[in-house]
């Protein structure tokens, strides 16, 4: 190759092939690639040549050590006059092919000089960084920029008033801050960590960049009119990356900075009164705020026992974040979250199963998550249109979201059942970037973890919901302890305030029931039988939302409102009870393991399987519903056609639809219950027939389904094909048109047919 001066250096790749030969053959050297990039690694290679030639420890980091020994070795600065020896001539060397690498003017036919060409890249650069006509010597200071990858230009996705933001300060405090920060536009680390140490350093503080209570407390209330020009300065720069314009940088504490800043207070929901104290820096500057404000909710991994919620109650927290799965110790325990709510607490259902490892995040795990999510909410009874926050408790960088989180949130939003919304938990950048991706409704945002690059200089989502910014630890709450986060929900989306009730509990109401009936029928006739019973009662329960319907008035006894008055009159608590559930679609009962029961539906479903009715049984469950979702499905067809009859059948069946979830759920219950009863005769009263049923049968629910189509397989041609045949025949005359008022296009029969074939087959359970 010959010596280092045969080397001509024109481009990146030749300075770093420079870099490898001139110092290659010192053992602390690190081999640079000789990529013709001039990046991270590159400029780290410049530092790591300086700190070999200055004598001191080679890290590759431009710390205090390095600086004080450049100045040292230049105690008037390095210029075009400084008296060079050999070593002063290569650190010449290396500040004309940092410019070089960074697109600078610089000599590089004669790099071992400090030119007129070396001056002018000089200034260039400084110039960007908003030094204007620099002429001085160079201090390490000025090193330090020149060694670095930082972007002294606007980049893409950068602020232009941010640049301008960057050069100002670089122009007042660049002697405080013993250094320069980038001008690209963007808000990060060390725009952030430099806004303290002026904050500090106009207050009179300790100059560290921390944010604690040293500062905190020596933080002055500005208001309209303040005279702290410096720091009224930096409030409008605050309050201008934190998405609130103050009307320009004046230094005038006027009516653009009262506004703003109150329009900030409502966003962080601090006290709005347009002064800026202690809450209002601190919530500026860093992602968590004034962690000694209170907080209106709070989040844990400890079960909720009655001595912790007394603590939780008597601090005003008005919710609490609990996990629906995660193991024994982490998860809801079975009646916590009823714990929870029966003493006038919200509920946050959180879900998380991931770690810190990235490659968890993926659309098929998203896709796995959605349903385990949907199936613990219901198992705790936690109603469809609330929200489950999905957490990311880990610090993404911008191309780790593009490749693992939005992926994963895709598969969430795209397979959550329509009857809950997705929420995230995650760094304020994560929580942006999945809800303007439409993938996420609202976010959890974990601002406590202030020194994640994610909650760095990104600003709040607009519509976030609930803040966490404070973990507390081994709290005493009697005979036990426990952790938990401090939380602000901004009340923009309801929480969880109330839980369906569980079908086991329901069960005896029904007993009571039955036991009234039997009074009721032998007083009016003298005897009773346990056919009578069960007709009675399913009637009864079938009352409140069918009695009125023409399919049942046709097929079924109409209904007996002198026992409907008689219960009225004898216990009108159990009337109550009863009526609660049985009168509404919006309730639901749940059965332990994520189903939910609609127990008018289920009544009038039983009633219809255990014989004697004009209509074939299952027009009474599945039959009728899947014939309404026929109609449902020409209906939304006339609205848009851009989706198919399948598409549209698809994305209703099981969800807000005339066979939604706990249609398809009640449906397929009142198959095997009617079994239990004994039809056609009824000798099982119907309470112990539902005790029976959802203790030992309900877990395989959705293989009913195949022995009342007469398929014994899960093929899915022949599926299709046993619905078909099930629902021709009487189909027409005797079914859709009293009931419909319209028969349903082919395609829609084709589309529902198939959509509820797919359903079964995707929830049969593995046995």
């Not at 609130?244 to 109150?262: I, Y």
């Not at 346990?530 to 079924?556: C, E, P």
Request: glycine letters at 10%; aromatic letters at 12%; charged letters at 20%.
């Amino acid at each position: 190759m010959g010596s280092v001066e045969e080397i001509i250096v024109r481009d990146v790749q030749d300075a770093q092939e420079w870099l490898n030969y001139k110092f290659g053959g010192n053992q602390k050297w690190v081999p640079i690639d000789t990529d013709g990039i001039a990046g991270y690694n590159t400029m780290v290679s410049f530092v790591r040549a300086l700190q070999i030639l200055l004598g001191i420890d080679v890290d590759g980091g431009f710390g205090n050590g390095t600086k004080n020994a450049f100045n040292a070795f230049f105690p008037n600065g390095l210029g075009e006059n400084t008296a060079l020896d050999s070593t002063g001539e290569t650190i010449v060397a290396l500040v004309n092919l940092a410019l070089l690498c960074r697109i600078e003017v610089s000599n590089t036919d004669n790099k071992y000089v400090f030119s007129s060409e070396t001056r002018q890249g000089i200034t260039s650069t400084m110039n960007q960084l908003g030094i204007e006509n620099f002429t001085n010597n160079l201090s390490a200071r000025e090193v330090k920029a020149l060694f670095t990858s930082d972007a002294y230009y606007l980049v893409s996705g950068g602020d232009a008033t941010t640049r301008e933001i960057q050069q100002e300060i670089n122009r007042k405090y660049n002697n405080m801050l013993d250094g320069y920060i980038a001008t690209n536009g963007i808000y990060d680390r060390n725009m952030n960590t430099a806004l303290i140490k002026m904050i500090q350093y106009e207050v009179g503080t300790d100059v560290d960049g921390g944010w604690g209570e040293g500062t905190m407390s020596s933080l002055p209330v500005l208001g309209p009119g303040s005279t702290r020009t410096n720091l009224v300065y930096i409030l409008q720069y605050l309050l201008y990356l934190n998405g609130f314009d103050p009307n320009g940088f004046d230094g005038g504490f006027g009516n653009g900075v009262t506004n703003a800043l109150k329009q900030f207070q409502e966003l962080m929901k601090l006290d709005v009164d347009g002064y800026c104290g202690r809450q209002a820096w601190s919530a500026l500057v860093v992602s968590c705020g004034d962690t000694t404000r209170s907080a209106n909710a709070c989040d844990t991994r400890f079960e909720i026992t009655n001595e912790r919620l007394n603590y939780i109650k008597n601090n005003n927290y008005k919710a609490i974040g609990r996990y629906l799965t995660g193991g024994d110790f982490k998860e809801l325990r079975i009646g916590e979250a009823k714990r929870i709510i029966d003493s006038g607490i919200k509920l946050i259902p959180i879900f998380q199963e991931s770690g810190t490892d990235l490659t968890y995040f993926t659309e098929e795990r998203g896709k796995q998550d959605a349903k385990n999510a949907v199936k613990a909410a219901r198992k705790h009874g936690i109603p469809g249109d609330n929200i489950i926050y999905f957490a990311v408790d880990t610090d993404p960088l911008e191309d780790e979201i593009e490749g693992y989180i939005k992926p994963y949130f895709k598969g969430i939003s795209n397979n959550i059942s329509k009857a809950f919304k997705v929420g995230i938990y995650g760094t304020r950048n994560v929580c942006n970037k999945i809800i303007e991706a439409g993938y996420a409704e609202t976010c959890y945002v974990s601002d406590m973890s202030y020194g994640y690059s994610g909650n760095m200089g990104f600003r709040i989502p607009s519509n976030w919901n609930l803040d966490q910014f404070k973990e507390i630890s081994n709290i005493n709450t009697g005979s036990s302890s426990m952790d938990l986060d401090k939380v602000t929900y901004s009340e923009k989306y309801s929480l969880v305030d109330y839980l369906y009730d569980s079908i086991i509990t329901y069960i005896f109401d029904i007993r009571s029931l039955e036991m009234l009936y039997k009074d009721y029928k032998t007083s009016k006739s003298g005897n009773c039988s346990s056919r009578d019973i069960l007709l009675g009662v399913t009637n009864f329960l079938r009352s409140f939302k069918y009695g009125n319907a023409a399919f049942y008035l046709a097929t079924l006894d109409k209904i007996d409102n002198d026992f409907i008055n008689y219960v009225k009159d004898n216990n009108i608590n159990l009337y109550n009870a009863l009526e609660k559930y049985a009168s509404s679609d919006a309730l639901a009962l749940k059965d332990g393991i994520g189903g939910l029961i609609d127990i008018g539906h289920l009544a009038a479903t039983v009633e219809g399987y255990i014989g004697g009715n004009l209509a074939p049984d299952f027009w009474f469950g599945w039959g009728g519903d899947l014939a309404s979702l026929m109609n449902d499905v020409d209906k939304e067809y006339e609205k848009d056609n851009s989706k198919s009859h399948l598409e549209i059948a698809s994305s209703l069946i099981g969800d807000r639809s005339s066979f939604g979830y706990m249609d398809i759920c009640t449906d397929a219950d009142a198959i095997k219950i009617a079994e239990i009863i004994g039809e056609p005769n009824g000798n099982t009263p119907f309470s112990n027939a539902l005790n029976e049923y959802y203790i030992n049968h309900v877990e395989l629910r959705f293989s009913y389904y195949l022995k009342d189509l007469d398929d014994v397989g899960l093929n899915l041609d022949n599926l299709i094909n046993s619905i078909s045949n099930k629902m021709s025949g009487v189909f027409e005359d005797l079914i859709l048109v009293p009931v419909l008022g319209k028969l349903p296009s082919n395609e829609s029969r084709e589309a529902c047919n198939r959509a509820f074939a797919e359903f079964i087959i995707e929830n049969y359970p593995i046995i």
